[in-house]
């Protein structure tokens, strides 16, 4: 590598390493020296592809994406039961709210299967497609979306309270019943 390249490396690896290792650190769920070593080995794969290398970023993600499902397949977990609908809050509007829900968050996403882990963190934490997610995985979309089902499930059971917001009441919201309703 010439020392041009090799400048190029460094100031890419010093401008993102932060993003990786927020983005290593969900993926590994919440285990800091598994996320660095995670994040390290992606580094040191595409130090190798450097010059071949278009958009260094994409690259770096997606080695990180394959090496932490090489981990998962190779643990294979026992089957989880799926319970449960998915957790959709409103944002909270101040910032303890916000460190309490991303608390919350992370210690759920540690307590699933690394499988899990990926599978939601590719869906709704990068915004993958499902398309995007297999193909980057090696699976099927059919398996994707099982994975992903499942996953939510048991989220919805290791954090109850990432549960659905309660509905404003129409006396609430000033409007009124809807036809039909009983007071």
Known sequence: MDPQDHERFREFVDDRW???????????GGDR??????????????LGRWRHVDDPEGYVRTVMYRHQVSRWRLRRPHRE???????????????????????????????????????LVLRYFEDLSESEV??????????VRSTTHRSLARLRV???ELGTPARPTPAATGGSRPRGARA
């Open 18 to 28: 932060s993003a990786l290792l927020r983005l290593a650190n969900l993926l590994t």
């Open 33 to 46: 020296h598994e996320a660095e070593d995670l994040v390290q080995s992606a580094l040191m794969k595409t």
């Open 81 to 119: 039961p799926a319970l449960g609908t998915p957790p959709d809050r409103a944002a909270p509007a101040d910032a303890a709210a916000d460190a309490v829900l991303r608390l919350t968050v992370r210690q759920a996403l540690a307590r699933l299967t690394p499988r899990q882990r990926t599978m």
């Open 134 to 143: 297999a193909k980057l995985l090696g699976c099927s979309v059919g398996t």
């Open 158 to 160: 290791l954090a109850p």
